[in-house]
């Protein structure tokens, strides 16, 4: 029976970083995927392969909308969307190539199968197709970094008929749908509606909450609301969904939903897109058979140094809820490989995990919202640059959106940072490290930055937020 210092349960991009990272500081180390290709969600059915989508579905909406702009023109403009995919399917399988190599590179075992509890320092991992035992391994430590899948209604299932679909479906399509429903208003819901619309179907976000990705600051839900909806994608709000069903003669999908004033509704489509969360992957692991505690909703309870119960078996990202992002969880994954080696990482700052959206224009935030900021009692300084008043905004025909910075009235520490435009999934970087080192907004506006860029609107929100000036605007 192989003997490692540490295993790694699940392949995605908290626990291969997290094995990459035991392993260079002097671990044995492996880790166990029970899919047939590394990198979890993220790589496979998340992350990268709506990225490439969405790439490539704004390149068609440019050629189609916005090159005439620039004197560009075609004679005829055409879309191979099996071609599309198969791009999408290229990167994928190449940044699986990329993980496997990683692993080999750093001398990290590699099994395939279920990964099981027998004790808290023995596991069997079961065969999935045949659920046979293939082997059992002991170790000294455990990473649990099995992630999460996407949460369906209780009364559905994703596969009937194909045509009520989760991400995973929604990303390996065959067809562009017609009329593309999206039951959830957040990053996923806004993200693979983009794609569709883009690319000629008419979408309609259907939302419970009051508003769109409602766990960001608000300024930013009402501006992508205003412009997404302004590019014809409808977004309703307040829903109770009261039942979704299969017309049987059309093949069709009728939502049936109640809004907030008591009306009855339904919406008619050809696909119905179920993003209303995400749920723990926990099912096969046998977590009882060890004692490790898990919340209401399945998610495995940490410490701050992100032990279980017990307390030589750690998790990480999705698994252990909070923020589903994949830079989070690779945060973890090193976090936890370094504690475990004896070194004395500092805590994660979960309110410095940025988030993004890549709509467009595309979203992203850090910090406080300004609700947050107003429910501690903060007295504190906002400062809007909008992203017209900019010369390469102009210049590029990416004009939509704004900065806007929140700092302490007293202090003038940047307390929230909220950001939607061209390049702002790059650009939050920047308010991420000042708040990282306590920057105040009169730091940022004192720093040069280069023209003619987007960077710019951070020093002039900066400004704004520290003396209400602006030079621009």
Known sequence: MNNYDVIVIGSGPGGYVSAIRSSQLGLRTAIIEKHQELGGTCLNVGCIPSKSLLYSSKYFLFAKKEHYLHGISYEKLSLDFEKMMKRKNDIVKKTNEGVKYLMKK??????????????????????????????????????????????????????????????????SLKEIPKRLIVIGGGVIGLELGSIYHRLGSRVTILETMDNIISNMDHSLSKEIQKILEKSSIQIEKSLLINNIEILEDTKEISVHVKKNNGKDMKYIGDYCLLSIG???????????????????????????????????????????????????AEEEGLYVAEHISGQKPNKINYNLVPSVIYTYPEVSSVGKTEKKIKEEGIEYNIGIFPMKSLGIARASGCTSGFIKILSHKKTDEILGVHMIGEHVTDMI???????????????????CHPHPTFSESIKEAALLSFENNSIHM
């Open 106 to 171: 750093n001398k990290i075992d590699l099994y395939q199968g279920i990964a099981s509890f027998q004790t808290n320092h023995r596991l069997s991992i079961i065969d999935k197709k045949y659920l046979k035992e293939i082997t059992k391994i002991k170790f000294q430590y455990c990473i649990i970094a099995t992630g999460s899948k996407p949460t369906c209604l209780p009364t559905l299932n994703f596969d009937i008929q194909k045509r009520i679909i989760s991400s995973t479906e929604a990303l």
């Open 278 to 328: 995400r749920s723990p992957n926990t099912k096969y692991l046998r977590l009882d058979n060890i004692g490790i505690k898990k919340d209401k909703n399945g998610f495995i309870l940490v410490n701050d140094f992100l032990q279980s119960s017990i307390n030589n078996i750690y998790a990480i990202g999705d698994v252990i809820g909070g923020k589903m992002l994949a830079h989070k």
């Open 429 to 447: 970087m920047e308010a991420t490290v000042a708040m990282e080192f306590h920057s105040s907004s009169e730091d940022i506006y004192r720093i």
